[in-house]
């Protein structure tokens, strides 16, 4: 047997060998996290995460913090004028005057009496604008939320894309001896070693750029979680697709009753109206009431006379400050209807791109898993066979190897983003669309039992 015999049988079984161990790493690498370890000390949970950002972060603790000082406005508001004490000492006298003439101390408590029921109302106004700074509170947690899980589908992903580069870099160096044993056997030429090593200098500058995006998502974990930005973190759990069951009509009830932003919008019509109720009310004087007890200066008791008496404010005369001030209030409370109006203008408009987003992204994670990568390893399958009996060239079997990583990546992609707007989407509407849909379906449950 020749020489150039023996290297094609051998550059043959080397290929075989190669393709089917390339056929194994494709058809291995399933799209779910069943080959996942199952040590959950190796994996970083999203809920854990989750749980430390809501426990730990600056950002949320200052805006709890806020809300809390907004709930003692409360008392403040509500309260009544604080009592008022003097007392009249006599100094000195320059004239002669009887004993028991005038008094030489005087003692006076004086309370005001909230008959209007101005306070009541302010603190009304106060608990809305408490109840609307929990509001806030909620979303600016449900935004961190949000961002926190975008950071790990990130971190994720960039960790897929990477060990997917790098799988394909340990196969495209196979096919680069392939290649130089076919060449050694004179079957083929250098081209295809130029190909294949051109091809794997692009996948070590894409690992750099994932490289970068793993760090990049690392480091917005740890600033949520208000650790080091450099602190290392466990591998996270891989992506699922898991369709949600929703519909842009319950998107829009859901966002209408549960979107803080709306009852912030509530809250400020509220504090309004209570405060324009308020400045109406300042027509009506709130009296003083008033106790006096004097001692004479020859007198040998501790109280000589006792006084009772009451004073009020007379508003009549200052009839533009009062008018003026009722007239702000009805301005601010037209205002803050409007203001609601227009928020729940935004919000509708927000379910709806952010719903077509959501379904975009789905469409795409669904087509590319259930159609676009099965067609692409049954190509390299086809491919391969072709390359075994000559019938098909290298450049085939390069092209179709990179057309298989393209689609796997893309689909990793449109994964993330599918999960990203589904946090997205969550955020906007204010509430946990599973939590969302249990409860949906356990009141639809119990009403159906109603006779």
């Not at 076919?182 to 692009?202: C, F, I, P, R």
Request: net charge negative; aromatic share 6%.
């Amino acid at each position: 047997m020749n020489i150039s015999l023996r290297w094609s049988i051998l550059a043959g079984g080397v290929v075989s060998f190669v393709f089917i161990f390339l056929t194994n790493q494709l058809d291995g690498q399933v799209i779910s996290s069943r080959n996942e370890p199952a040590s959950e000390s190796e994996i970083l949970s999203l809920d854990d995460v989750v749980r430390e950002v809501l426990t730990n972060n600056p950002s949320l603790k200052a805006a709890t913090a806020d809300w809390q000082a907004m709930r003692e406005r409360i008392p403040q508001a509500r309260a009544w004028a604080d009592p008022r004490v003097g007392f009249d000492q006599r100094v000195a006298r320059f004239v002669s005057v009887p004993r028991n003439a005038f008094s030489d101390e005087k003692l006076m408590v004086e309370q005001t009496l909230p008959v209007a029921g101005k306070n009541r109302l302010q603190a009304v106004a106060a608990n809305a604008d408490a109840a609307s700074a929990f509001e806030e509170l909620r979303r600016k947690q449900l935004d961190t939320v949000a961002r926190t899980r975008a950071a790990f589908y990130r971190l994720a992903n960039a960790g897929k894309q990477l060990e997917l580069n790098r799988k394909n870099s340990d196969l495209l160096k196979q096919f680069v001896e392939i290649s130089r044993a076919k060449m050694a056997s004179g079957n083929k030429s250098q081209g295809d070693v130029l190909s294949a090593n051109t091809e794997l200098a692009k996948l070590d500058e894409a690992q750099f750029d994932f490289e970068r995006e793993i760090s990049e998502a690392r480091t917005a974990l740890n600033v949520l979680m208000n650790r080091r930005p450099e602190t290392p973190l466990a591998r996270p759990a891989a992506l699922a697709f898991q369709p949600a069951e929703i519909s842009l009509p319950n998107l829009e009830a859901l966002a209408l009753n549960n979107r803080p932003e709306l009852a912030m919008a509530q809250r400020k019509i509220e504090a309004a109206q209570a405060r324009l109720k308020a400045a109406r009310k300042e027509w009506i004087p709130e009296p003083s009431l008033r106790i006096e007890g004097d001692r004479y200066n020859g007198a040998g008791q501790v109280v000589s006379e006792l006084d009772a008496g009451f004073s009020i404010a007379l508003p009549w005369f200052n009839r533009s400050k009062y008018r003026a001030g009722i007239g702000e209030n009805e301005k601010l409370f037209e205002a803050a209807q409007h203001e609601m109006e227009a928020v729940q203008s935004d919000t509708l408009g927000q379910v709806v791109d952010q719903y077509r987003r959501l379904e975009t992204f789905h469409h795409h994670t669904e087509l590319y898993q259930t159609k676009l990568l099965p067609l692409a390893r049954e190509a390299v399958n086809a491919q391969r066979a072709g390359y075994e009996s000559d019938q098909a060239g290298f450049l085939e079997i390069l092209t179709a190897q990179q057309t298989v990583r393209d689609v796997e990546s893309m689909y990793w992609d449109h994964l993330m983003h599918y999960q990203i707007a589904l946090a997205d989407l969550e955020a906007l509407i204010g509430v946990d669309l599973v939590t969302a849909t249990n409860a949906a379906r356990v009141q639809h449950n119990h009403g159906g039992d109603k006779p």
